[in-house]
């Protein structure tokens, strides 16, 4: 795979329109429309990657800086920041999980310096995310998801790892840890959960970008009821360290109570009653319900607690998580601050036995109500 993009790379550059003079890497330079971009390897500019990958390199070719450097002149805003890891207030310190979400996405991202157009001016520090993806902020009634749109996307696996026994979801949540529903880690048809698997697509893939590791120890949430289905979440400590870069790294933890009335599910589980489970990660759009409307779905059959328990679903069309979906992560996407990220907002925990009915949700562990337990754990040695 590797091999082939490379020579894709050395035949589109014949296509590229060249500029009257070499530029070096990481100066401004000036498209053929007269818009202002910054010299880059072609590797590293996501706009013209989609035009080659579009197969429309003939019909809109880019502009070369250096034809031996194999740079083009990427049409990137200048100059622009990424936000600093400090505080921004006195009286609000930088909780430890809002940190450490800041710190991996530094791996999504490229620092150049940029050359002015100007003699004597001064050098412009720029970021450029390196996203692999393009998210459009749908599982039952989802659709497909980008390749590496969900790099914090994780199946459970169960006995000897085998193919059939990659049941419920999880999200990676920092190098060495995964969170995931509390009655996902001990299931009775398999036993304690014992394997991880990252970086894949589809649920056989086992490829050179998927990684499995092993689970060297489970937390449970102490006061989980397999009754009422209260704090519905758990830890899973990996055997060894993740390496964070911009196909796997952690989803960020929720440092308030978000309102947001629309979220993202993922997973790979049953696409709908009766259903088999997807062998594709699904991706699901889903709408809030407020605790009224939530309890009036369940009737008197458990009781929805509005602290640690979030409702999402569809109210006029037949989008839910279900069955295989469990311990997987109801997301947020982040702002420009923190590029490239979601934000986990809830944990898949039960719904309807006929999941995906109209005006019937799913219900979610609110993952703010436990942030302290799971700070207290996953970053325990760290300030």
């Given at each position: ?22 530029l ?31 197969g ?52 999504t ?10 003699i ?26 980008d390749?590496y749109e969900?790099?914090?996307?994780a199946?459970?696996g169960y ?54 590791y092993?689970?060297?120890?489970i ?42 009335y629309?979220a ?17 990660l ?15 779905a ?52 039960f ?33």
């Amino acid at each position: 795979m590797i091999a082939s993009c490379l020579k894709i790379i050395i035949i589109t550059i014949i296509y590229c329109e060249t500029v009257t003079a070499d530029l070096i890497l990481g100066q401004r330079c000036r498209q053929k429309d007269n818009t202002l971009g910054i010299c880059l390897k072609i590797n590293d500019c996501k706009p013209v990657m989609d035009i080659i990958r579009s197969g429309q390199i003939r019909s809109n070719p880019p502009t070369v800086c250096s034809q031996t450097a194999r740079t083009v002149c990427c049409p990137v805003a200048v100059p622009t920041t990424i936000t600093s890891t400090s505080s921004t207030t006195t009286n609000h310190p930088m909780r430890i999980s809002e940190k450490k979400c800041r710190e991996y996405a530094r791996a999504t991202v490229q620092k150049i310096f940029v050359q002015s157009l100007l003699i004597g001016e001064q050098q412009n520090e720029v970021i450029i995310d390196k996203c692999k993806h393009k998210s459009v902020p749908l599982i039952v009634g989802g659709t497909e998801a980008d390749l590496y749109e969900f790099p914090h996307q994780a199946l459970l696996g169960y006995n000897d790892g085998d193919p059939g026994e990659w049941g419920c979801g999880g999200s990676l949540i920092s190098p060495k840890f995964v969170l995931t529903a509390a009655h996902c880690l001990y299931p009775r048809s398999y036993g304690a959960v014992k394997f991880v698997k990252l970086g894949m697509h589809s649920r056989a893939q086992n490829d050179d970008k998927v990684f499995i590791y092993g689970v060297q120890e489970i937390f449970q949430h102490p006061t989980y009821s397999t009754k009422t289905f209260n704090d519905d979440i758990g830890l899973l400590r990996l055997n060894a360290t993740v390496t964070i870069n911009e196909l796997i790294f952690p989803i960020c933890m929720p440092t308030m109570l978000h309102e947001n009335y629309n979220a993202i599910a993922s997973g790979f589980g049953r696409t709908g009653y009766g259903e088999s489970s997807s062998e594709i990660l699904l991706k699901v759009g889903l709408e809030k319900f407020e605790y009224e409307e939530c309890q009036e779905a369940f009737g008197k059959s458990i009781r929805v607690r509005n602290d640690t328990m979030l409702c999402y679903g569809h109210h006029s069309e037949n989008k839910d998580s279900c069955s295989g979906d469990s311990g997987g992560p109801l997301q947020i996407r982040n702002d420009k601050k923190v590029p490239c990220t979601y934000t986990q907002i809830g944990v898949v925990s039960f719904g309807l036995k006929m999941c995906g009915t109209i005006g019937k949700p799913g219900v979610y562990a609110n993952v703010f109500h436990y942030l302290d337990w799971i700070e207290n754990i996953v970053w325990q040695d760290e300030e």
